[in-house]
Nanobody, 118 residues
Framework: QVRLVESGGGLVQPGGSLRLSCAASQSISSMLGMSWYRQAPGKQRYLVAAISRIGETTYGDLVKGRFTISTDNAENTMYLQMNSLKPEDTAVYSC????????????WGQGTQVTVSS
């Protein structure tokens, strides 16, 4: 199975920024799309952002205008640039990928903790 490994999480003050990375074990050009989810204790999993193979993006309402999703095919890595962070952004952020070649499938990363606190 495709391995996804997140990094870049940590503690940041409100208003600060972090960039999360999701490194894939195979070419991300083979992915139909990739996305970032987050989940805080007691809350449902929330779709933060998604990007398709052709570069189209979508964002959850709570992060629009503050977060940016991108991919670097040469590095087999997806990024989430998070700016103007709020305490409400505190969560475990996980990457997700889906594909249809050679056969349809998907994969989750283990997640990285983001804590926004003063």
């Amino acid at each position: 199975q495709v391995r996804l490994v997140e990094s870049g999480g940590g503690l940041v003050q409100p208003g600060g920024s972090l960039r999360l990375s999701c490194a894939a074990s195979q070419s991300i050009s083979s992915m139909l799309g990739m996305s970032w989810y987050r989940q805080a204790p007691g809350k449902q999993r929330y779709l933060v952002a998604a990007i398709s193979r052709i570069g189209e993006t979508t964002y959850g309402d709570l992060v629009k205008g503050r977060f940016t999703i991108s991919t670097d095919n040469a590095e087999n890595t997806m990024y989430l640039q998070m700016n103007s962070l709020k305490p409400e952004d505190t969560a475990v952020y996980s990457c997700f990928a889906w594909w249809d070649t050679p056969t349809p499938g998907n994969s989750w990363g283990q997640g990285t903790q983001v804590t926004v606190s003063s």
